[in-house]
């Protein structure tokens, strides 16, 4: 597994830091430009890395991985690196109830949170399905899609 990736041609950025990778869509390639008067129209992908930065690559999710880093699909359409994955744990009504108390509307049902070198973050996926999927992804094995249904 390589340890960097490279970006917009020029850019390399240790998988370390990399709290989850999303591809983003035509209505937020709108968004970025109608906010930042940029063309967004080149851009795949958000990464988001520990410290809570955001920054847009024209690379997929599948050219990232291309560059042999391993990615887990944690649901919501967000991968993690899978040497990143340090745990996850069953996400709780007590743990949403303590989130929607400071404010935040979660709008997924999680049922998990992941703790990653770069940060928790929540997932769709259940504890064992996350770990089964960061196994496959060590190993160089693809990685499904997540099940909404309990499997």
């Known amino acids: 597994?390589?340890?960097?990736?490279?970006?917009?041609?020029t850019t390399k950025i240790p998988?370390?830091?990399i709290r989850f990778i999303r591809p983003i869509?035509?209505?937020?390639?709108?968004?970025?430009?109608?906010?930042?008067?940029?063309d967004a129209g080149e851009f795949n992908v958000s990464i988001q890395f520990g410290d809570k930065t955001t920054k847009?690559?024209?690379?997929?999710?599948?050219?990232l991985r291309d560059q042999g880093v391993s990615l887990v699909?944690?649901?919501g359409d967000r991968h993690v690196v899978a040497a990143n994955i340090k745990s996850a744990k069953p996400f709780t009504a007590k743990d949403a109830a303590k989130i929607e108390e400071r404010?935040?509307?979660?709008?997924?049902?999680?049922?998990?949170?992941?703790?990653?070198?770069?940060?928790?973050?929540l997932?769709?996926?259940?504890?064992?399905?996350?770990?089964?999927?960061?196994?496959?992804?060590?190993?160089?094995?693809?990685q499904p899609a997540p099940q909404l249904a309990n499997s």
């Open 1 to 9: 597994m390589s340890s960097f990736i490279q970006i917009n041609k």
């Open 15 to 17: 998988t370390d830091t």
């Open 25 to 38: 869509g035509d209505e937020e390639r709108t968004r970025i430009a109608e906010r930042y008067g940029a």
């Open 56 to 63: 847009l690559a024209v690379e997929t999710v599948e050219q």
């Open 73 to 75: 699909d944690i649901g």
């Open 103 to 121: 404010g935040y509307n979660l709008s997924q049902d999680f049922k998990s949170r992941v703790e990653t070198t770069a940060g928790a973050v």
């Open 123 to 142: 997932s769709s996926a259940t504890p064992t399905q996350i770990m089964d999927r960061r196994a496959r992804a060590n190993q160089g094995g693809s």
